[in-house]
């Protein structure tokens, strides 16, 4: 047994089962051909329901709960009441019962960043391409230009605070076209562009329009902001949604996505928190924005971008389960990372000891989704190498003894990634601590 300066056992509430694959094995690749065909259909209707079901892209720009506090290693992690994954409702759109969105398409529906200072953000798949009824969005209200929804009420859609006027909805004002709408936005009294998003009226999408109607809304909504498109306003300012709040880790999520170098990091943080919380693969994928109406967006995956301590596909698993325990402890005898060391020691289950290299990625999807959230684990320190130092314990051995063989598996988050070979070399021990992200 190590030398222990702390031992906490962690507890967490995380089912014993695992999902069979993840996100039924896609690639980054796959899923940006998917995201390039929505974007580029630009049919006016879905059937008998609104474009929006099955075209264009959806998406939000988002920042993480610890952009500018960190994650650092704390026992026992902290409560924050502002902590919330970004794929889920904040809290006041939760209070509010309205998400804000926004949408773009090739056919001149175009801005040229996500919006509210951000990089980074969520890219959401359409509601006709989405199985599990729980995650279809319902769009409740459509602005051709963002509206400071924040201010609104009925779930952002309708009067605002900012203002002395009384704001309605678009129908509710007698504007049923995109002509009505230019000429009411165009002649509001405002002092700035920024007045005038504050005063301007939604497109009503609410369930009390029937189909026919919410669907021609949508395309007065497609007509009114193409009829902009070309003023600097509108190129600097994102169309806006407001969806109907969904339920906790419910939302179609088909990617993360970022747009400059400076917020790659944050969606490979988004990605690596989203297969922890909900067992599900999304890739990370680079957004290029417009930059004016008649250029259009480009998806890629860039080389790097995907979270590299993630399982791979899961091809066997087993209702044995794998890891039996785990208690969180402080290391003093590393001679290379020195005292005060969290290390996870890991009592594997007897089917575990004897798996085989089918069931590797199993084995550690398991142990990410039980002991992955604690900031241990994924706080800023984080190396980047649990994985890596899993399959080591299973594959490696010491003085001819299998290592897989000893009692406890001792990993250290702090611990860098690296190759099999050296990492066998270095005893499953890698060093020095490096930060992955």
């Avoid at 006016?44 to 998406?59: F, K, N, Q, R």
């Avoid at 951000?118 to 509601?127: E, K, L, Q, V």
């Avoid at 005038?196 to 609410?206: E, P």
């Avoid at 029937?210 to 497609?222: D, V």
Wanted: aromatic fraction near 10%; charge should be neutral.
């Amino acid at each position: 047994m190590k030398n222990l300066k702390a031992r906490i056992t962690s507890a967490v509430a995380v089912p014993l089962f695992l999902c069979s694959a993840i996100a039924d094995a896609a690639t980054c690749e796959s899923v940006v051909q998917e995201i390039k065909n929505w974007y580029n259909d630009t049919r006016s209707e879905c059937g008998i329901d609104p474009a929006v079901d099955c075209s264009g892209v959806m998406l939000r720009a988002t920042h993480r709960w610890d952009e500018k506090t960190g994650n650092p290693e704390k026992v026992p992690p902290p409560t924050d009441p502002l902590k919330y994954y970004v794929w889920n409702p904040s809290p006041d759109s939760v209070k509010s019962g309205g998400v804000s969105v926004s949408w773009m398409r090739a056919d001149r529906i175009a801005y040229k960043d996500p919006g509210v200072s951000s990089d980074n953000g969520i890219i959401f798949t359409p509601r006709q391409f989405v199985n599990d009824r729980e995650k279809k969005l319902n769009v409740y209200c459509a602005f051709p230009i963002d509206a400071w929804t924040n201010f609104r009420t009925q779930r952002g859609c309708l009067d605002s605070s900012l203002t002395n006027e009384t704001e309605a909805s678009c129908q509710a004002l007698g504007i049923t076209d995109a002509a009505g709408w230019t000429q009411h936005f165009n002649g509001l009294s405002a002092n700035s562009n920024i007045d005038r998003h504050k005063k301007q009226c939604a497109f009503d999408m609410s369930k009390k329009m029937t189909r026919a109607q919410r669907t021609e809304a949508f395309k007065e909504f497609i007509s009114a902001r193409q009829s902009i498109a070309d003023t600097v306003d509108a190129v600097n300012t994102q169309t806006e949604l407001r969806v109907v709040t969904w339920e906790k880790d419910k939302a179609p999520v088909a990617a993360f996505f970022y747009s400059l170098v400076a917020g790659k990091k944050a969606a490979m943080k988004n990605q690596f928190d989203y297969y922890q919380q909900t067992g599900v693969w999304v890739p990370v994928v680079k957004l290029d924005f417009p930059q004016n109406a008649n250029s259009k967006a480009n998806f890629s995956c860039e080389a790097g971008a995907q979270h590299r301590d993630l399982p791979r596909p899961i091809t066997k698993t087993s209702p044995a389960g794998y890891i039996q325990s785990a208690t969180w402890f402080q290391r003093d005898d590393d001679p290379h990372l020195g005292k005060g060391l969290w290390s996870l020691s890991i009592i594997p289950t007897a089917h575990a000891r004897t798996i085989g290299s089918d069931e590797t990625e199993a084995m550690y999807a398991e142990l990410l989704r039980k002991y992955g959230d604690d900031p241990r684990w994924s706080g800023d320190k984080y190396g980047g190498g649990m994985r890596r130092q899993l399959v080591c314990h299973l594959t490696g051995d010491k003085n001819g003894n299998p290592i897989r063989n000893k009692p406890y598996f001792n990993l250290e988050p702090v611990r860098p990634d690296a190759t099999h070979q050296q990492s066998l070399a270095e005893g499953c021990n890698v060093w020095p601590a490096v930060p992955y992200l």
